[in-house]
């Protein structure tokens, strides 16, 4: 490897030409490469850096960056992080455009939507602060309790939303004081190599380095004995084996894991108002989110007018490549996950479950694309009840009883998100009852800077967002003073 830019770089980034490393303030070039792909097209659309033989100097980088971070105030960690939201603003719909290209999401829809969110979410972190506390006061002594940085925090970060999720870890482990070293995923690593070529002229040098590369990074990371705690999204398999290297050495996690979410409509709700709210709630970014609605439950006695005003709306909506204007719904995102979906697909015509809509996949045609697919009432031991596709494919189930449907929502191992729709108490009841880290009654999918997002059971371990958020980016110390 060799170093491509001693200079600092400049903030007018060329966002499609060339691709590097952050580390220690400076752009750097790697030997080694690897192909991505436009999944709209299959063609490739970059050459990314092999980093992983870098992630000492990463890691060095952050340790040595660490000490004069960590001693700047809240206010001046939170200048730092306003100049840097303000300079990601400045070229956003090239970062967006990027991100369409990478990921496959339409540009003018979602694509924006997600860097303008994840753009605010930098804005928004720099206001906040988690001030020492005194806890007691006697005339024997006080006792005050305040949150110390961590050192380097190493964040994984997925594919489904590559700018919006690796933010999310940057944003509240720099402002608490810490130093970080960030991977992107192997299939969209260029908006996360872009928006880390930004930082390096605003922020300190090793305050964040972007390092990217495959499975073999993401282990050494989590490794790593300079690396203090591990912030990783992604699948519960794939988190399971990031808790066992950590805790080789006790590294601090945070695991925000997949879902299997129930949504839960009462006999009460207005059923066709509610069609097209649901619909984007369980299809939209093609499904490729941990919250999509997975499992959607209609009373047995509404059931096959809803499904019949689903199946219309589903039908007419638009599945191509995320730069055309008229495309409703991107490309799966990746081969890997494109090949899961098949397998699925084969699960359920091999079962003969019946299928309200889609159901086959044109394997001919160039791209990731796979349709809008709904299936009718699939017995609650199949696989596509049981697991979590993350792919455009969503069972409509019936049930008979509010005691029956909690149950069977709860039947899961997984516990991230939720939703009742129906009359406010009876759905505030319902609510109550379900395992999950957060239900949404009556609405879906609203998430923010002050609320505290995590799973329950096998979605995940640990918050992000929310005061407990940036408390999970800290160490609790005590501080005991004699009078």
Known sequence: MSIASPVRPGT?????NSYALSIDGALVTSEENFEVYNPATGEVIAHAPEGTARLDDAVTAARQAFPAWSALSWDERGAYLTRFSEALEAQKDDLARLLTLEQGKPFETQAKFEVGLAITWVAEVAKRRLPAVIVEDNDEHTVEV??????????IAPW???????????APCLMTGNTMVLKPSPFTPLTALKFGEIAQAILPAGVLNVVSGGNELGKAMTLHPGISKISFTGSTATGKKVMEACASNLKRITLELGGNDAAIVLPGADHKELVEKLFWAAFGNSSQWCVAIKRLYIHSSKYDGFLQDFVAYAKDRVVGDGMDPASELGPVQNTMQYAKLLDMFEDIRTHGYSVALGGTIDEGRA????????????PDSSRIVREEPFGPVLPILKYDSIDEVVRRANDTPAGLGGSVWGPADEAESVARRLDTGTVWVNE???HGVSLPFGGHKQSGIGVENGVEGLGEFTNVQTLMFKK
């Open 367 to 378: 791209g990731n694309f796979v349709p809008v697919t709904i299936v009718d009432n699939p």
């Open 444 to 446: 879906i999918h609203i």
């Open 146 to 155: 305040r949150r110390t940085p961590l050192g380097v925090v190493g964040g």
């Open 12 to 16: 007018g980034v060329d966002f499609f």
């Open 160 to 170: 489904n939303y590559p700018v919006l999720l690796g933010l999310w870890k940057i």
